[in-house]
T-cell receptor, first 115, second 114 residues
Framework: ETGVTQTPRHLVMGMTNKKSLKCEQH?????MYWYKQSAKKPLELMFV???????ENNSVPSRFSPECPNSSHLFLHLHTLQPEDSALYLC??????????????FGPGTRLTVT | AQSVTQPDIHITVSEGASLELRCNYS??????LFWYVQSPGQGLQLLLK??????LVQGIKGFEAEFKRSQSSFNLRKPSVHWSDAAEYFC????????????FGQGTTLQVKP
């Protein structure tokens, strides 16, 4: 595998379910990100991790819970979601958190539908 | 406030025609500027970036962009569009003081007519 991978690619869940999204980067990067992409809205940054430490939580509701067990893996745990949480969830990684090496590389996303 | 504006939501061009996608930004420090492309059902792919130096930057797939500080713009261009360029294009701005945070525009959807 190369680049940034995300599983599953599609997920349908009820409002009472608990599920997790997984992201893995094969680039040796130190920073990882979760974004939400809704129709007709700009990408929304949700969480930023650097060397497994969370450095940003962009006012995201607690029903979204990130986890970064190591610099290659990032999870987004979901529970009691709302229909408005239906979106494409994108994971990204970058070599560094800032400076000249922080262009971000994106995974293909997980299309989440909450019923 | 930091922001990115892509004034054109949809653009349609004929195959072989030239293309320019506009991007204007508002950023308090030295900006780092990016263009990404997203094909349907896919993630974002980096087309090109500007950090410093030559204000005309070349990217992949024949794209280029020009940074104009006086106009706070970073427009994307391609001299001859191919049908496979149909996609959504995002401009983004970040900076050395912004701890990994990229501000994205709303995107421009490009349609290519045969």
């Amino acid at each position: 595998e190369t680049g940034v991978t995300q599983t599953p690619r599609h997920l349908v869940m009820g409002m009472t379910n608990k599920k997790s999204l997984k992201c893995e980067q094969h680039l040796g990067h130190n920073a990882m990100y979760w974004y939400k992409q809704s129709a007709k809205k700009p990408l929304e940054l949700m969480f930023v991790y650097s060397l497994e430490e969370r450095v940003e939580n962009n006012s995201v509701p607690s029903r979204f819970s990130p986890e970064c067990p190591n610099s290659s893996h990032l999870f987004l745990h979901l529970h009691t979601l709302q229909p408005e949480d239906s979106a494409l969830y994108l994971c990204a990684s970058s070599q560094e958190l800032a400076g000249l090496s922080y262009e971000q590389y994106f995974g293909p996303g997980t299309r989440l539908t909450v019923t | 406030a930091q922001s990115v504006t892509q004034p054109d939501i949809h653009i349609t061009v004929s195959e072989g025609a030239s293309l320019e996608l506009r991007c204007n930004y508002s950023y308090g420090a030295t900006p780092y500027l990016f263009w990404y492309v997203q094909s349907p059902g896919q993630g974002l792919q980096l087309l090109l970036k500007y950090f410093s130096g030559d204000t005309l930057v070349q990217g992949i797939k024949g794209f280029e962009a020009e940074f104009k500080r006086s106009q706070s713009s970073f427009n994307l261009r391609k001299p001859s569009v191919h049908w496979s360029d149909a996609a959504e294009y995002f401009c983004a701005v970040g900076g050395s003081g912004n701890t990994g945070k990229l501000i994205f525009g709303q995107g421009t959807t490009l349609q290519v007519k045969p």
